[in-house]
């Protein structure tokens, strides 16, 4: 089984990686059809970069790569959630999650 890369008009699958340990929502990338492939040959997270045209091997230049325990996909075959082992912070800025800035807080008790 595998995506639907030809249900997007740029082949690419949204994909949410989350921390296998803690349950944490560490990022959301994309997949090609290449990118997947090499993730499932190498049990490493590989993704497409939009911004720079280019596959992207995840912590090739920080170290902060993330070793893929599995790999689910949705119901209708359109997105993938990946569970890792992450060695280091998943964002850019150094942050464990790329979701760390909160718009919307939980109500209080009195709300």
Known sequence: MKP???KYSDGLVP???ID???KQVL???YVNEESFNLSMQTRQS???SRSRQELWHKGETSGNTQKIVSIDIDCDEDTLLMKVIPAGPACHTGHTSCFYRTILPE???EE
């Open 27 to 29: 990022m959301m990338a």
């Open 107 to 109: 109500p209080t008790k």
């Open 15 to 17: 994909t949410i990686v």
């Open 46 to 48: 590989w993704f497409w």
């Open 20 to 22: 296998d340990n803690t």
């Open 4 to 6: 639907d890369f030809e």
